[in-house]
């Protein structure tokens, strides 16, 4: 077996299993789910949420990386997936899956490590950014690799790429997954109020 054919952990094969019987097809691939699950060990004490619960293959790819200290917090709108992605962790009481807006995660707010994959990437970008913790990391995928800067998507400037990549309350880089996909990964700066600070 090589590197990438490795162990998939079982919550994810549960958890894609369920994506398969409600034909449910935005489930995260291995690649993000991999860098996920390094995210969250990099926090083995933290607040982690996603928004986007889907089916639960990225949440249980976070829970694969979850520390004994931390929680996991997640919220999909969709009722019946959330609920049957919700069975996949009945066992673990660090892991809550909401029903709802992805808004309400913010009672649950800040976040150590945030893998915004539905509501508020687009819509509320500022909020996104706004929910971290200091040092919290913030993971968006779904991106088309671009050789340009600013980067282009459809011929245009991909403003909310470059949303991300230039708020000044964020150091951010963009990461291949696939040679066709990337990722956004980036870290909230230290100071309180997101400014840059010395550097």
Request: aromatic share 6%; net charge negative.
């Amino acid at each position: 077996m090589d590197m990438a054919e490795r162990a998939v952990p079982p919550r994810v094969v549960a958890a894609e299993r369920i994506a398969a019987e409600a034909a449910f097809k935005k489930s995260c691939i291995p690649q993000v789910g991999r860098l996920l699950s390094l995210a969250a060990a990099s926090k083995p004490c933290g607040t982690i949420a996603e928004s986007g619960t889907g089916s639960g293959v990225g949440t249980a790819w976070l829970h694969s990386g979850l520390g004994a200290g931390a929680r996991l917090v997640t919220v999909e709108r969709d009722e019946n997936l959330a609920r049957r992605a919700a069975g996949v962790f009945v066992d673990d009481k660090r892991v809550s899956i909401l029903t709802g807006d992805w808004r309400l995660l913010e009672q649950h707010a800040p976040f150590d490590v945030f893998f915004c994959d539905g509501g508020g990437k687009r819509d509320a970008p500022q909020r996104v950014v706004e929910l971290l913790a200091p040092g919290g990391l913030l993971i968006l995928d779904d991106f088309t690799p671009s050789p340009d800067w600013p980067p282009r998507y459809g011929g245009e400037v991909d403003e909310l790429r470059v949303f991300y990549l230039t708020h000044p309350a964020l150091h951010a880089t963009e990461i291949l997954t696939t040679p066709s996909s990337s990722a956004v990964v980036a870290t909230r700066r230290s100071q309180p109020d997101g400014s840059l600070g010395a550097e």
